[in-house]
């Protein structure tokens, strides 16, 4: 059990440019690179994999948990928590605990140049933060404008397969999809995640699947056996890069274009 009495601390000035910093999310950690903060970092979580100076980082948790003796040790003075993929009671002993804690989960494709300029200003790289920002503002805003006035898409984005799982309103795939100016087939879904059958997506006539890379998800499901799907008939199914598309990064540029492409192919058929 930690000491509380021990190891609480005041919150970390905000005026002073943090220097030993924690980030509880693969998403995190590319940000602070992107805006020339990755050498501050002293520890993250699993599956925090770029760039790859990133490998070299130690690990003190992931979605399971936080090693809290670990964060006392490295004495950080930021944490860069992530509310939908750290445990809500770890986030909240760490705030217990007097941590200088930021969370960072953005929800849409706008939120990551804004949280790109906050981080900035946490680690006073507030000039290259900027810098980023506005360039992946300019990128987003030029796929938008390109895709809009062309024919929408019926999209199946088929999240996993066993059990079968897609995307809805207000996830934040449905935000990449909405970019490139697809039809997500099941937007009205009743939850963000929602599990669905097969047979629901028959009754979508979805023009394009579009899966992970991840081999389990891919194998999961044999789309040739329905080719009453136009998506299956047409040979649209496209696996694209689940990092590049799941993660809240600069690099999730590459992934909505990524998609955009796959919707491109099937517009030209």
Same mark, same amino acid.
């Given at each position: ?14 005026? +002073?440019?943090?220097? @030993? =910093? /924690?980030? *509880?999310? !693969? ?11 990755? &050498? ?25 948990? +936080?090693?809290?003796? @670990? =964060? /006392?040790? *490295?004495? !950080? ?11 809500? &009671? ?40 900027k810098r980023v920002a506005n360039d992946y503002r300019k990128q987003l805003s030029l796929i938008r404008s390109e895709n809009q006035q062309k024919p929408a898409v019926k999209v199946f984005y088929q999240l996993w397969s066993?059990p079968l799982m897609t995307v809805s309103k207000g996830s934040w795939i449905e935000h990449i999809i909405s970019a490139c100016h697809g ?87």
């Open positions: 059990m930690v000491n509380k009495d021990i190891v609480n601390k005041a919150l970390v000035d905000k005026s +002073i440019p943090a220097k @030993r =910093v /924690i980030a *509880l999310s !693969p998403h995190a950690v590319e940000m602070l690179y992107a805006i020339g903060a990755g &050498e501050t970092i002293v520890a993250t979580t699993d599956h925090a994999d770029f760039p790859e100076q990133a490998k070299n980082i130690p690990s003190i948790g992931g979605y399971y948990g +936080i090693q809290m003796e @670990r =964060v /006392i040790e *490295l004495n !950080p003075d930021l944490i860069v928590v992530w509310e939908s993929g750290n445990k809500m &009671e770890d986030i909240g002993q760490l705030k217990q605990l007097g941590f200088n804690v930021f969370n960072s989960d953005p929800k849409s494709l706008d939120d990551v140049a804004k949280e790109l300029e906050q981080l900035g200003e946490l680690t006073g790289n507030q000039q290259q933060a066993t039809e997500n087939v099941f937007i009205d879904a009743a939850s963000e995640y929602p599990q669905i059958s097969v047979e629901n997506v028959l009754l979508t006539g979805a023009e394009v699947i579009l899966q992970s890379q991840d081999e389990g998800n891919v194998i999961g499901v044999d789309w040739s056996t329905w080719p009453e799907l136009p998506a299956v008939k047409n040979n649209h199914i496209y696996q694209l890069n689940a990092d590049l598309l799941h993660r809240a990064s600069p690099r999730a540029i590459l992934g909505v274009q990524a998609l955009c492409d796959a919707l491109d192919n099937v517009r030209a058929q």
